[in-house]
């Protein structure tokens, strides 16, 4: 079950126009060359943001945020984005209008195109493209309230010393997608990947917290997790709620032994976690604290928030 319900999730629903270097193109028309570089060897950088309905008609959920993290990907592995970030932003919100929808996912993309081949890709044109699409929770609306079961992954997230984790560049979601498909193939909703140490990083997409205690604790960046533009916004929301929280080296016993755990992502929102590798989170189900933060952060996304307003661009 857990697996279809994933499919069902993943599928696309084309809207009508995707923003590529500088102009809108049509959804089917958008394409690239077989021999792109990205495409054989990886070197792209990307972002996944999310706009929501508002009463003041549909936000980008700390846009400048994920623009600037996107241009930090690519100075990371020396790639020149051929745009400004306020450019981009104008060409997300212009998306948005131009597909006429309320709320979507969004994806920038930058990657080296056609017309070098071979592991230099000096010379090659950096290409740039936006598109949005209607996109649920990315673990399942069942999940959001009853939480999902996930497995410690054999797969070990990728160290500093071989790829920057800090950096959404293509080609570190190969080792996500390897431990996804592992969780998925065991029955499982979702994979925590560990790093060479044996400590907790994060999921394939998401990062990973815990309460314990009444304390929230959560891997630091220096673990190898991904600096969460999503876990930045729940680790506020914590701190003016009066809930501690730290950030520590966690090992998956931690894990086994938390009164509550759930996921923060982009993509994933926040989905509590009722069970590891066939160990009982918790009363197995959302805890107290994990929905309390999350009906604040659903509030602050849709504008329900007047100390979050700041996290929201209005598109119109």
């Not at 400004?84 to 997300?92: D, E, K």
């Not at 400590?199 to 190898?224: A, D």
């Not at 996304?301 to 996290?311: A, I």
Request: with cysteine; charged share 25%; net charge positive.
């Amino acid at each position: 079950m857990s697996v279809i319900v994933f499919l069902v999730q993943m599928s696309l629903t084309p809207t009508k126009y995707i923003w590529m270097n500088g102009k809108l193109v049509p959804w089917a028309k958008a394409k690239i060359h077989v021999l792109t570089h990205t495409l054989h060897y990886g070197m792209g950088v990307f972002e996944g943001i999310r706009c929501y309905r508002t009463d003041r008609g549909p936000a980008v959920f700390r846009l400048k945020d994920h623009i600037r993290r996107l241009e930090n990907s690519a100075r990371l592995v020396g790639m020149k984005l051929p745009y400004s970030a306020s450019r981009l932003i104008r060409a997300t919100k212009e998306t948005i209008k131009a597909n006429s929808i309320q709320e979507c996912y969004i994806r920038p993309i930058a990657f080296y195109g056609y017309g070098v081949m071979g592991l230099n890709p000096e010379g090659s044109k950096v290409d740039v493209a936006i598109a949005v699409w209607p996109w649920g929770t990315y673990l399942g609306e069942e999940g959001l309230r009853k939480g999902v079961r996930a497995k410690i992954s054999r797969w070990r997230r990728i160290h500093p010393s071989i790829l920057p984790p800090q950096a959404k560049v293509v080609a570190n979601y190969a080792n996500s997608i390897l431990a996804k498909v592992d969780a998925l193939e065991s029955g499982f909703d979702e994979a925590i990947l560990l790093n060479l140490d044996g400590k907790i990083t994060e999921g394939p997409g998401e990062n990973v917290f815990l309460v314990k205690g009444g304390r929230l604790l959560t891997p630091p960046i220096s673990s190898g997790a991904l600096s969460g533009i999503t876990r930045d916004s729940v680790i506020k929301i914590a701190q003016d709620e009066g809930i501690e929280c730290e950030e520590k080296d966690l090992s998956p016993e931690d894990l086994y032994t938390a009164d509550e755990a759930f996921f923060t992502g982009t993509a994933a929102e926040i989905t509590p976690i009722r069970e590891v590798d066939g160990h009982k989170i918790g009363g197995g189900t959302r805890g107290p604290i994990t929905e309390r933060l999350q009906h604040i952060y659903f509030n602050a996304v849709r504008g329900g928030e007047p100390r979050y307003r700041s996290w929201l661009d209005y598109v119109k």
